[in-house]
Each structure stands twice: as structure tokens, then as C-alpha cells.
């Protein structure tokens, strides 16, 4: 559902996106509305879902998780998508899976200790899913951007 918002939620959200820790003294100063106000936009926001909360990020490489994939699935009918995805929230090392249209079925973004790690995952976990007919990888050299939707 589309929520209409004014300049002052943009400018919340926006400030937001960047320093999610941010005190609301400092927020309500950037703004121009009392802290209090901010505090109720927020709730407001919040309870929209037009945010749902914060979040650290944690940096893969600097815990061991030196390869970052993207891994197109082809799956032999769309029916066994839901199946599919099911045993891949069971994979841990993925963190994003996306049901796409052309030729894939699911495209999922992984992060391995390494390429052995991957070739593990992938001949192991990914394609011994029932109904998996091929994979297509591609593994990233480096992430060039990474940032949130701004609005």
C-alpha cells in the first residue's frame, strides 16, 4: 500500500537511511521540529512499514566470507518454486533470493568463505534441490555500490 507522505517524512527518512543511530536532538536541529514530533513521525513511519527498524551490517570479508556470487537457478517447471525456495532459506550463507522473470526462475546472492566454499554449496546444497535443472554463477570482483533507495 502506497502511503502519502509530506516533506518532513522524506527529510526523516532521508537523514534516517543515512545515520540510523542519529539522536532525535540532532534530527529535530536538521529538521526544524521539536524532538517530540520527530519522535511521533517515526512511530508513524515505523508503523506504516515504511521502515521496519535498524540494523548493523556486518562486513563479510572481515569475518572470513571472502566470495560474493550471484547464482541464477533454473528450475524444471514453475511449479517447484515454492518448494525450491523453501530448501533455499535453509542455506545460511545466502541472504537474498528473488523470484525474476527471464531466464531464471530465482536469483540468489551468496556470500563463501571462499571458492571452494561456493563449489561446496553449489554441488552439494543448490543443485541437488529437487527440481533444479542447471545453475548459471557469477561471482563479484568487487561491489562498486551499496546504499539505500533514496526518496
Known amino acids: 500500500d502506497y502511503y502519502l507522505m509530506d516533506s518532513i517524512d522524506f527529510k526523516i527518512i532521508n537523514f534516517l537511511s543515512k545515520n540510523a543511530k542519529i539522536p532525535i536532538a540532532e534530527l529535530s536541529g536538521q529538521i526544524g521540529i521539536s524532538g517530540a514530533a520527530i519522535h511521533k513521525r517515526i512511530k508513524k513511519l515505523e508503523n506504516k512499514k515504511i521502515f521496519t527498524g535498524s ?19 533454473y528450475l524444471e517447471k514453475a511449479i517447484d518454486v515454492n518448494f525450491a525456495i523453501k ?8 541472504t537474498e ?5 527471464g531466464d531464471w526462475s ?3 546472492k551468496i556470500y563463501c568463505k571462499d571458492n ?4 561446496k554449496l553449489l554441488n552439494e546444497k543448490i543443485q541437488a534441490i529437487k527440481g533444479v535443472s542447471r545453475t548459471e554463477t557469477f561471482i563479484s ?8 533507495i533514496r526518496i
Do not use: W
Open 87 to 94: 530448501k533455499l532459506k535453509a542455506i545460511e550463507e545466502i
Open 141 to 148: 570482483l568487487n561491489q562498486q555500490i551499496s546504499r539505500q
Open 116 to 119: 571452494q566454499h561456493l563449489m
Open 97 to 101: 533470493c528473488h523470484y525474476t522473470t
Open 106 to 108: 530465482i536469483l540468489v
Open 55 to 73: 540494523q548493523i551490517n556486518i562486513d563479510p570479508k572481515k569475518v572470513g566470507f571472502t566470495t560474493l556470487a550471484f547464482i541464477g537457478i
